[in-house]
Each structure stands twice: as C-alpha cells, then as structure tokens.
C-alpha cells in the first residue's frame, strides 16, 4: 500500500475483460488482460457478516490474502465458495442494473467502463457507473 491518497478516473476506459453468463463479470485493469498492476495492494478486508449467498455483489479480485488491486468483480449468481477469500465492498443496487451486469457477461466482446463516478449522497451511498452508449448501472457500496 502506497499511503497516499487516489485521484478519480482510474477505472475510466477499463474493460470487463473476463465475462462468464450467469457467473462473473470482472475488470479495473488498465490493461484490459486480467494481468495488469496498479503497483499497489490493498489489505482485505473480509467480513463474516458479508458473503456471496446472494447474486450481485461487488468484490475486489486478488492473487491471494492481503494482494488486492484495482480490478474488481461482481458475482452473477450465488457463490458461496468465495465466501472468506475476497472484500465484498458494494452490491449491484437494482434490477435495471442487475441487467446491465447481464449484458456485460452476455457480450461477445470486451465492454469499455466509460466513466465511474462517485457522488457525495452519503445517505444513500449509491454511486454510478456510465456504459457504453449512456447507460447507467447504481451499486451501493456497504
């Protein structure tokens, strides 16, 4: 971990590049192969309380304990083998975007993340996701 602070726009123009129909979707590398680095790693942070029992949630993808990256992925069906291996951060927020998420694994090819943007509405904590075309998907981040 590097202790400094981010700027925004890093996942901006990343692809999913790994999408699996009715399993995962994945993405955040700059390189858009699954291989690419941010040149830091972030500890988990792995709640017993939070799991992939249900569809949809938004989890940081690793190379093993306390190796977390940029990349990212969201879980399209219940999973619960994952459960204690990876930080679950947010969850796909409504059906609409459910089916976003669905699209993206269904495409035949890589799907350009136009732009994350994160708003100040701690109320809601809902942030935005802008696809291709101007669509949008909401995750609540937990």
């Known amino acids: 971990m590097t202790g400094t602070t981010g700027r925004g726009g890093f996942c901006d123009g990343t692809v999913f590049h790994r999408r699996v129909p009715g399993f995962v979707v994945r993405g955040g590398d700059r390189l858009g192969t699954g291989h690419g680095s941010a040149g830091y790693r972030i500890s988990d942070e792995i709640r017993p309380d939070q799991g992939f029992e ?18 990212f992925f969201i879980t399209l069906a219940p999973t619960p083998r994952l459960n204690g291996q990876y930080t679950i951060f947010g ?12 699209a993206i694994a269904a495409a035949p090819t890589a799907v350009r993340l136009d732009r994350v943007t994160i708003t100040a ?12 075309g101007g669509g949008t998907a909401m995750v609540t981040l937990i």
């Open 54 to 71: 249900q569809p949809f949630p938004l989890a940081m993808a690793n190379l093993g304990r306390d190796s977390a990256g940029p990349q």
């Open 121 to 132: 509405d701690q109320r809601s904590r809902r942030r935005r996701a802008l696809w291709p």
């Open 91 to 102: 969850q796909v927020a409504d059906e609409r975007s459910q089916d976003v998420v669905r």
